[in-house]
Every structure is written in structure tokens, then in C-alpha cells.
């Protein structure tokens, strides 16, 4: 339900942004949790602050053309939306993936706003991406694809101005061709243009393992305050990509047992518990499907139908993509007692599901609290660059893990202060909002 005094507000949205599925469901998620804090400030209603939070302030689209390896031309549609900056220079990735468009790209862009907030660290946030799809593309074909991307946007960048990183169908490997081309045209080693950079070249320790093992973090600390942890409790991941691995490898180390995950054609099964070394190996040096799995370890079974929140668990942590996990899969990890939901990806609980966790008691940790720790850790790279320093493995995945903490208590504390207990999607939004607000009121109409 949503406060009346926001009604218009959604409306506006709405009109404003037709066709744009994705991103009414993130703002709707967002307003609705604002209710009370309306209530209790009033004064967050003037200046259309909350109508200014809701627009981007820049959004840039444009022509990616490119060769591939038979010598024809292709083009695809990339996209930068820069949507606040109130508190840092704009900070999200870029995704590649066929699927994307004007509206993911804005969902995923009003998402980061409030995560990043939540970190407490000086950055603002963005999106970006191509519905170019990587899947079967040769080396030479990416180099390519990124040069060209990165020839366009270079000019809207910069460490005090738009600082990118990656997401779905964007590594290590692309990182650094987009940066080699952003040295290349501005004649700047500017480390801090990007983040989830190599370490050969100004990256940080921990990056890369950063949001899956933020994600656990949240998790453990949520299994907490009912007196419990990992330790011994069945986990399916969803998934099989960065986020995904690392949140196995956590869990694996805090004494849990992941049973299965999956990648777009279907999931896996391990009984035995998932063999991650096996995983890494499938999905990050051969690239290959995670169907390859079952068929090289005979404790494993791979399921073409259905869905993978069919196999029972006691903590399901969705680390996919939006909307992959529905009203019909909450009600079915319910009725087998899970007791904890973590989101690795963006938003892929749908509004129903997420409701139906609510009302059941579980345990829910919503994406823009649960998975910033790759954000967070991309802030620490770039105080890294701009001390012209490198920390140790240690150091950075402690920094890591007190940020994780601390975005779970004041998640917590701002649920329990609005009289939601345990609720951390309200937490979450009123959390990070109202540290966007604060810093927009003293910048004035901007
Ligand atoms: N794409 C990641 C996210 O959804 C990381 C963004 C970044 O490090 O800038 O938060």
C-alpha cells in the first residue's frame, strides 16, 4: 500500500516512464516504504525532493557499432543513466545482456542510489550496459565490443564524475579493455575511472569476491538475531556467475552446504554439496554452461524444467537476475521451511514473493542492503587509487565485512524505529533514502 500523499508521485513516474516494467516496480517498492517517514518529516515532501529522487539526472544512449570476426558490422544500444549524485560521483556497473533496455537500466540506476547510500560511502549512483550478448563471442569480438562502448562514453566519465564497474556479462576481462581504451583516448591513467579493475593494474584485493561474500555476511548477521548461523544448514544459490561463486565459497567456509545452482538453461543438484572448484572451473576458464557440471560429477543431477527453488533449503540466496524467484517460488521454499532469504542479484524476488516472505516471518534480505558489498568494496578501491595505495586481502575483506554489519544494523534499528521489526526491506529503502534526502536538502534545487 502506498501513502496517499505519494500517490502522485508514483503516478507521475508512471506516465512519465510508459512501457518501463522494471523500473515502476523498483520506484513503486521504494515509495511504498516511505509512508512513515513522510508521516514523521513532513518537510521531505517539499521541494519535490521525492519527485527529483525519482528522475534521473542525466541518461545518455547511444550507437555501438562494431566488427565482428567474419568482417560484418554489428550494432548494438548502450546506455549510461547517471541518476544522483548527491552523495559522490555516480557509482554502478554495466551489464551486457540481451535483455537489457532504457528500463532495466533505470531500475537497476534508481536500486543503486539507495545501496550505495547504505554503504555510508561517498558515492552516488548509476547504471549502465548494452543489450549486446557476450554468450559465444570470441576474445576479439569483446576487445572490439568494449573499445567501441568505451569510445562513446569515455567523455561522460571521470573519478570526480561517473565512476563504472561490472555486472551480468561484465568481468575482470571487460574491465580492462574498457579501461585500456579510456587511458587511450583521454591520455590519463586515471585508475579511478573505473573499479573491479585487475590487480596487475590498480585493482583491489577482495573485489572480485566482494558481493558474494558481502551477501553471506548479511545473511549470517540476519540468521544472528535468531541465535543461529550457517553452520550446517542447506543452501541453494541460484546462479552460477561471479556473485553466485563467492557466495558458495562463504558459506562453504562458515560450515553451510550448498546443494545446488543454475545458470539460464537449467540447475544442478549436489547432494553431496557443490563442488566449487569443479564450478569455477566450468564457468570461469572454459566458460562453458553449468549443465557441464552434472555431466563430469556423478553425485549430480542437472534439472531442465521447473525451478530451482524447488529443492529444499534452509537459506535460498537468489544471485541470478530480476524477478526469478516468484510468488509460487516463495510459497514452495515456505512450505519446506527455509529460514532465511538473501538477495545476491538485483531485485529477483518479485513484489509478491517478497510479501509472502514477509508475512511468513522469514528471514529477507533485500538486494540493495544484501549485495552491497561489491559496491562497497568498489568505493574502497577507489580509496585505494586515489591514495595511490594497495591494501592486503585482510585488511580489505575486513573493511568489507564491518560495512556488511553495519548496513544490517542500521537496517535493523530503522525497521525496529518505524515499528517494523525484522523488516529490512522498509529498513532498507527508509535507511538509504533519507541519507540521499539529507545530503539533497543542502544542496538546494539542483
Ligand atoms: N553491479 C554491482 C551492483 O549491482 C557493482 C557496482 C559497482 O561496483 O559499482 O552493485
Not at 223 to 230: K, P
Request: with cysteine.
Amino acid at each position: 500500500m502506498i501513502d496517499e500523499k505519494l500517490e502522485p508521485v508514483l503516478a507521475q513516474v508512471l506516465r512519465r516512464n510508459p512501457g518501463e516494467a522494471e523500473f515502476h516496480q523498483a520506484v513503486t517498492e521504494v515509495l511504498e516504504s516511505l509512508g512513515p517517514v513522510v508521516a514523521k518529516r513532513p518537510d521531505y515532501l517539499d521541494h519535490a525532493l521525492i519527485e527529483r529522487i525519482c528522475e534521473p539526472e542525466r541518461q545518455v544512449i547511444f550507437r555501438v557499432p562494431w566488427v565482428d570476426d567474419r568482417g560484418d558490422v554489428q550494432i548494438n544500444r548502450g546506455f549510461r543513466v547517471q541518476f544522483n549524485s548527491a552523495l559522490g560521483p555516480y557509482k554502478g556497473g554495466l551489464r551486457f545482456h540481451p535483455s537489457v533496455n532504457i528500463g532495466i537500466i533505470k531500475f537497476l540506476g534508481f536500486e543503486q542510489i539507495f545501496k550505495n547510500a547504505l554503504t555510508g560511502l561517498p558515492i552516488g549512483g548509476g547504471k549502465g550496459g548494452s543489450d549486446f550478448d557476450p554468450k559465444g563471442r570470441s576474445d576479439g569480438e569483446i576487445m572490439r565490443f568494449c573499445q567501441s562502448y568505451m569510445t562513446e562514453l569515455h567523455r561522460h566519465l571521470g573519478e570526480y564524475t561517473d565512476v563504472p564497474a561490472g555486472d551480468i556479462g561484465v568481468g575482470g576481462r571487460e574491465i580492462g579493455y574498457l579501461f585500456g581504451q579510456y587511458k587511450r583516448l583521454t591520455n590519463r591513467y586515471e585508475a579511478g575511472v573505473l573499479t573491479g579493475k585487475g590487480l596487475a593494474y590498480g585493482g583491489s584485493r577482495a573485489r572480485t569476491e566482494a558481493t558474494g561474500y558481502g551477501a553471506v555476511y548479511f545473511v549470517e548477521r540476519m540468521l544472528g538475531t535468531r541465535g543461529t548461523g550457517f553452520a550446517g544448514k542447506r543452501a541453494v544459490v541460484s546462479g552460477s556467475g561471479n556473485v553466485a561463486i563467492y557466495t558458495i565459497e562463504k558459506i562453504e567456509e562458515l560450515g553451510g552446504k550448498v546443494i545446488a545452482c543454475s545458470d539460464s538453461n537449467g540447475y544442478i543438484v549436489d547432494e553431496s554439496g557443490i563442488d566449487l572448484d569443479l564450478v569455477k572451473e566450468i564457468k570461469e576458464v572454459r566458460r562453458e554452461r553449468i549443465s557441464q557440471y552434472a555431466a563430469r560429477q556423478s553425485s549430480a543431477r542437472f534439472v531442465e524444467t521447473g525451478s530451482i527453488w524447488d529443492v529444499p533449503c534452509d537459506v535460498a540466496m537468489p544471485s541470478a537476475t530480476q524477478n526469478e524467484l516468484t510468488g509460487k517460488d516463495a510459497r514452495t521454499l515456505i512450505a519446506n521451511g527455509v529460514i532465511a532469504v538473501g538477495e545476491g542479484a538485483n531485485m529477483p524476488s518479485t513484489p509478491e514473493a517478497v510479501r509472502f516472505f514477509l508475512e511468513a516471518g522469514v528471514l529477507f534480505g533485500p538486494g540493495k542492503a544484501a549485495n552491497a558489498g561489491g559496491v562497497a568494496t568498489s568505493a574502497l578501491e577507489m580509496q585505494q587509487n586515489a591514495s595511490r595505495d594497495s591494501w592486503t586481502f585482510e585488511q580489505t575483506e575486513r573493511r568489507l565485512a564491518e560495512i556488511m554489519h553495519g548496513i544490517h544494523d542500521t537496517c535493523a534499528a530503522t525497521a525496529e524505529e518505524y515499528g517494523r521489526p525484522g523488516d529490512y526491506v522498509l529498513g532498507a529503502n527508509v535507511a538509504g533514502f533519507v541519507r540521499v534526502a539529507e545530503a539533497m536538502t543542502a544542496l538546494g534545487v539542483i
